[in-house]
């Protein structure tokens, strides 16, 4: 989880600490290519694909290990 | 995926020709802000390209190149018995441009010339046919791809403005039957294909279109998805097929996609990096002709100096993919020049 959480802290350009189940997502920072980038992260770390598609419905952290979880 | 296997096939040289004109990313400041420009090379690697002149075609770059590699190898254009051109941005909607380019190289009645739409996937399908045509009993092909992408795209889209580069190669294939045995896996999956599409342009859309429809359009993070799910499988499965192992290979030479992709192979597949050369800072995603400008920049000196062994992929627009793995290539000439 830290992996995937630090990995995600520099997708989305914040602090490592402040990532936790409640972020939010807002649209600015959650475009196109945090999305990407956050499809690559989930294969490094989980060896897990996701669709773009998705991610793009999260609204918060827990929603990707969601998709995360029903997926493995 | 289809497998298959031919023996007797060698590469002598392989030129490219670029546009001289370039740009740089401080070009596009008039159409997207700094931070927008930096985000997009961060991901894509993409520092400059060379873009083509209105009139400037694919077919132009690649007679420039081809010309140039029947002097350096001293090849008689009488001498070669096929010419395939791969592109995706062909000169005309008719003739096929093999057929011009066969007329402006003063090559023999008795070459045959054809055209293969295909894109990113194109060099890899290229090199399997001139393979085919060898089993088949052809002794010398030129195998001509490359693509004027820039022309096609919207420039207020930032997922491909910034993206693309134009560039056209020539690469000689000679028979020789003490040649080793070369390996090909070649897949399509035509579910994706409009992932990637530029919807005018043929027959489905008549009359006027909108500017928008003579554009390219990509689903960025679909296309991603395809390329990590398929790429490290392929370059697995034709690795086995050789019976090679990551290790044994000098040269992965995968399309210029993106940086990021890349990288991700690398990581996934634990290729040391300095076997897979990356020039996308350089020209952008040059389509059909990524593949050979690696062979012209990065790998030219190793391939030229010493038996090479390559791995090529290329994957993308189609949905298409393809990879070879070629042993003992040794060039005798590879060079990039500015038309």
């Known amino acids: 989880m830290q992996e995937f959480y630090s990995g995600l802290a520099e997708i989305l350009e914040v602090e490592p600490e402040t990532i936790t189940p409640d972020f939010k997502l807002d649209e600015e ?3 196109s290519m945090a999305i990407i980038s956050c499809v690559a992260l ?6 897990q694909l996701v669709s773009g598609s998705a991610l793009v419905e999260c609204k918060i952290v827990a929603d990707i290990q969601n998709l995360v979880s029903k997926s493995a | 995926m289809s497998k298959s296997s031919v023996k007797g096939v060698t590469i002598q040289g392989v030129t490219c020709a670029v546009p001289r004109k370039q740009l740089d990313n ?26 083509a002149e209105p009139g400037q075609t694919a077919g132009d770059l ?5 010309e140039k590699l029947l ?5 008689a254009p009488e001498s070669v018995d ?19 380019l066969h007329g402006r190289l003063g090559l023999s009645p008795q070459c045959q010339a054809f055209d293969v739409g295909l894109g990113c996937s194109g060099y890899v399908y290229g090199t399997w046919l001139v393979a085919a045509l060898m089993a088949a009993g052809l002794k010398r092909v030129l195998l001509l791809a490359g693509d004027t992408s820039t022309q096609m795209l919207d420039p207020d889209d930032r997922g491909t403005a910034m993206l693309f580069g134009d560039a056209g190669s020539a690469t000689a294939f000679e028979y020789d039957e003490h040649a080793p045995q070369t390996y090909f896996d070649l897949g399509t999956d035509g579910t994706g294909a409009q992932l990637l599409t530029v919807p005018a342009g043929g027959y489905r859309l008549c009359g006027p279109v909108s500017p928008r429809d003579n554009t390219l359009h990509m689903d960025g993070s679909a296309v991603f998805g395809f390329t990590i799910s398929t790429v490290p499988v392929l370059i697995k499965n034709v690795l086995e097929q050789a019976s090679l192992t990551i290790s044994d290979i000098n040269i992965f030479a995968l399309h210029q996609a993106n940086r990021f992709i890349l990288q991700h192979i690398v990581k996934k597949l634990k290729i040391p ?14 389509s059909s002709a990524s593949i050979p400008l690696l062979f012209c920049t990065n790998a ?4 030229k100096s010493a038996p090479t062994t390559l791995l090529m992929a290329g994957f993308g627009v189609g949905l298409s993919w393809g990879a070879a793995v070629f042993k003992d290539v040794r060039l005798q000439c590879a060079s990039v020049i500015e038309v």
């Open chain 1, 29 to 31: 920072q959650w475009d």
């Open chain 1, 42 to 47: 989930i294969d490094e770390v989980y060896g």
């Open chain 2, 26 to 51: 401080q070009s596009f400041l008039d159409r997207f802000d700094e931070k927008t420009i930096a985000d997009v090379a961060k991901l894509t690697g993409v520092l400059s390209r060379h873009v």
């Open chain 2, 62 to 66: 690649c007679f420039a190149a081809a």
């Open chain 2, 71 to 75: 002097a350096d190898l001293q090849w």
């Open chain 2, 82 to 100: 096929a010419l395939i051109f791969v592109s995706q941005t062909p000169d005309q909607r008719m003739p096929a441009t093999a057929c011009i």
């Open chain 2, 273 to 286: 990096a300095d076997a897979l050369p990356i020039n996308i800072e350089q020209f952008g995603n040059t």
């Open chain 2, 300 to 303: 030219a000196d190793q391939m």
